[in-house]
T-cell receptor, first 111, second 115 residues
Framework: SQQGEEDPQALSIQEGENATMNCSYK?????LQWYRQNSGRGLVHLILIRSNEREKHSGRLRVTLDTSKKSSSLLITASRAADTASYFCATVRDSNYQLIWGAGTKLIIKP | KAGVTQTPRYLIKTRGQQVTLSCSPISGHRSVSWYQQTPGQGLQFLFEYFSETQRNKGNFPGRFSGRQFSNSRSEMNVSTLELGDSALYLC??????????????FGPGTRLTVL
């Protein structure tokens, strides 16, 4: 069963704009992770945010975590064509340390 | 450093056969996890190994098995293949004790087609 649900399922924006994707989950977590997958580079780990953290940055990526709302968001600033990919959130519970994946958001950056 | 490698990259089998997939982690990584990705079910965790021991197992039937060798290389085996086993099988490795609490590095995957 999928713990995380991404929203929206698909997103199409112009190059240079910001893209925001959201992830909601159901049970308490140890950490939440964001991944990118495209045909060129496969599945790539972007950011891991632990349950006691609220925000993390990596280059043009910003991830927030709100454990009270059981939700996370991934912001990509100044998008580029190379950001076109599917983005997945995955949660890890303390109870079993298994990665439970969402269905993903398909992001298309138009030149 | 070489990345995670998986062999073979593509495989076609028929129902009832068995298959073995191989994964070589990044040098120095001792944790390896396997995932199945299908259009219908998405990404699902199969199992995780550390130092030749299975530390965690997902909700898959016993036809799915795996092992890890002393050099951290891992194999997964699927016996009595079913059409629904057609999927992209991904392997990931990490430096820490658990792949799920550490940065994971994924291989390109093995695309298995069951006819």
């Amino acid at each position: 069963s999928q713990q995380g649900e991404e929203d929206p399922q698909a997103l199409s924006i112009q190059e240079g704009e910001n893209a925001t994707m959201n992830c909601s989950y159901k049970t308490s977590i140890n950490n939440l992770q964001w991944y990118r997958q495209n045909s060129g580079r496969g599945l790539v780990h972007l950011i891991l945010i632990r349950s006691n953290e609220r925000e993390k940055h990596s280059g043009r990526l910003r991830v927030t975590l709100d454990t009270s709302k059981k939700s996370s968001s991934l912001l990509i600033t100044a998008s580029r064509a190379a950001d076109t990919a599917s983005y997945f959130c995955a949660t890890v519970r303390d109870s079993n340390y298994q990665l439970i994946w969402g269905a993903g958001t398909k992001l298309i950056i138009k030149p | 450093k070489a990345g995670v490698t998986q062999t073979p990259r593509y495989l076609i089998k028929t129902r009832g056969q068995q298959v073995t997939l191989s994964c070589s982690p990044i040098s120095g990584h001792r944790s390896v996890s396997w995932y199945q990705q299908t259009p219908g079910q998405g990404l699902q965790f199969l199992f995780e190994y550390f130092s030749e021991t299975q530390r965690n197992k997902g909700n898959f039937p016993g036809r799915f098995s795996g092992r890890q060798f002393s050099n951290s290389r891992s194999e997964m085996n699927v016996s009595t293949l079913e059409l629904g086993d057609s999927a992209l099988y991904l392997c990931a490795s990490s430096l820490g004790l658990r792949t799920s609490t550490d940065t994971q590095y994924f291989g390109p995957g093995t695309r298995l087609t069951v006819l």
